[in-house]
């Protein structure tokens, strides 16, 4: 048995999923003609209470387009030190929107307000100047923690109080609202006061949710119709790729309501390492379970070869995610890979 808990990326698409894939209506999205892409992107806009949707194939798209539609080039962008388009979209800001990126010190990826505001300078010939405030929510690399939506907007309001437009990395913005329901309400309830305090949100398909492939990016009309532009650009102009989009609406209906398992299965994945004797960070929020160790990469080479996948994020970190493939038997599995290590693995 192998288990792998390097990323809810990793997860393929069920049976359920491929069924309704090969049965979608589809037609020329690049000429607006995809039924199945339109609906999807009018129902995410309202999940989120924007007025559009534009599906694009990742989420590094999605936070890319954002940036450069809010941004002119030379502007400077505010991000938590552990964000996602610093860390993982290749400089992409840099080329694709020409801005400088500032990080900010957070604490498990959440800042304080007041270091927002202290990150604002006064306009001066010397200073780009600063444009965007993105947040990620959950927060990845800060351990999958879910910023509260009621802290968010005291965020959002420093930054808009300085003039600042406001993006939402929502990449897993589904496990956010999750630990807000657990019913199905609750859950919409959050995804709109998640989303409410910026001009755009993107969230991805393919992690938790389990679709091979797909992104969105909501906000203003106005706003998407340049967005629609810049994904053209950058060769994100799909054609019948309503195949995909029903393989995004599947998730939301199917597999949605299935986060919470994750996040369950991540406690007890933490729990029992932490009894354990390994140094396990902060109890997950999410489904992200992470791990201090004094060789990382040497740890993960040993789980792999007793059948458990994890990442080596640093030399002295490793990252354990749940997502839809992960059951009660494979968080069992994961745990006998760690007891069989040595004990100097620790
Ligand atoms: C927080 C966050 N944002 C954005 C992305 C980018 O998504 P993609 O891999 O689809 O480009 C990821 C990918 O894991 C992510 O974790």
């Not at 309704?20 to 209506?25: E, I, L, P, S, W």
């Not at 989120?48 to 450069?68: C, D, H, S, W, Y």
């Amino acid at each position: 048995m192998i288990v792998d808990l390097r990323s809810d990326t990793v997860t393929r698409p069920t049976p359920g999923m491929r069924a309704a894939m090969a049965n979608a209506d589809v037609g020329d999205d690049v000429f607006g003609e995809d039924p199945t892409v339109n609906a999807l992107e009018a129902r995410v806009a309202a999940m989120l209470g924007k007025e559009e949707g534009l599906f694009v194939p990742t989420g590094t798209m999605a936070n890319q387009v954002a940036i450069r539609c809010l941004t002119e080039p030379g502007d400077e962008i505010l991000l938590e030190a552990d964000a996602h388009p610093f860390h993982y979209e290749a400089g992409a800001a840099a080329v694709i929107s020409g801005v400088t990126i500032r990080l900010l010190q957070g604490v498990r990826g959440v800042l304080d307000p007041d270091v927002v505001r202290q990150a604002v300078r006064a306009p001066n010939v010397h200073h780009a100047p600063a444009r965007l405030f993105c947040v990620e929510n959950t927060a990845n690399r800060g351990g999958g923690t879910v910023i509260p939506a009621s802290h968010v907007a005291a965020l959002c309001d420093v930054a808009r109080a300085a003039g600042l437009s406001c993006h939402l990395d929502g990449a897993r913005l589904w496990n956010a609202a999750t630990v807000d329901g657990p019913d199905s309400g609750a859950v919409a309830r959050s995804l709109l006061a998640h989303a409410a305090p910026f001009d755009t949100v993107s969230v991805c398909f393919s992690k938790g949710l389990g679709a091979p492939v797909g992104s969105m990016l909501v906000g203003p009309r106005a706003l998407l119709v340049r967005a629609r532009r810049f994904r053209k650009m950058l060769g994100g102009g799909m054609r019948q790729v309503g195949i995909l989009a029903e393989a995004c609406a599947y998730a939301l209906d199917a597999h949605l309501p299935l986060l919470g398992d994750d996040h369950r299965r991540a406690r007890a994945l933490w729990s029992a390492l932490g009894e354990r004797g390994w140094a396990v960070e902060g109890e997950p929020a999410s489904n992200m379970v992470y791990v201090r160790c004094a060789d990382a990469p040497g740890v993960a080479a040993q789980l792999e070869s007793r059948g458990v996948r994890c990442l080596a994020l640093a030399w002295d970190r490793i990252r354990l995610v749940t997502h839809l493939q992960v059951d009660d038997d494979g968080v069992a599995h994961a745990l006998a890979g760690f007891d069989a290590l040595a004990g100097s693995a620790r």
